[in-house]
């Protein structure tokens, strides 16, 4: 199950590196970017998962002395929370930046944009 996840992830991040690195049109890119955002937080996952252990909770079931054997770690699940939290805002922030852009010149094709370059 963690290999097919991680696979999928995986190739959420080609297919968001391609969308990105050969469409023109910003908002496709803004698109790409997100879907291989998508893949990220499923690789993540796909890694902090431990298969037969249960959620970190200490409750009748899973006492405090057998914790450390059947709990999984919370740190990758919170990265990935705080990872989506964050990969909203910086959408939200392509998105702006697009629509000023579009403001602008009318256009969402950044061949068009060439004062952009440096």
């Known amino acids: 199950m963690a290999y097919i996840a991680m696979a999928t992830g995986f190739l959420l991040i080609l297919i968001g590196f391609y969308g990105a690195l050969t469409n023109r049109n910003l908002l496709r890119m803004i698109i790409a970017f997100t879907i291989a955002d998508t893949g990220v937080n499923i690789v993540i996952v796909a890694i902090g998962y431990m298969h037969g252990r249960t959620a970190p909770i200490l409750d009748s079931t899973v006492s405090a002395a057998e ?3 059947r709990i999984i770690d919370p740190v990758p699940q919170a990265l990935v929370l705080t990872a989506i939290v964050i ?8 998105l702006t930046y697009a629509y000023k852009l579009y403001e602008r010149k009318g256009t969402l094709d950044i061949a068009q944009h060439t004062e952009l370059k440096w």
Do not use: E, S, Y
Not at 87 to 94: K, N, R, S
């Open 67 to 69: 914790a450390v054997t």
């Open 87 to 94: 990969g909203v805002g910086v959408t939200a922030l392509m």
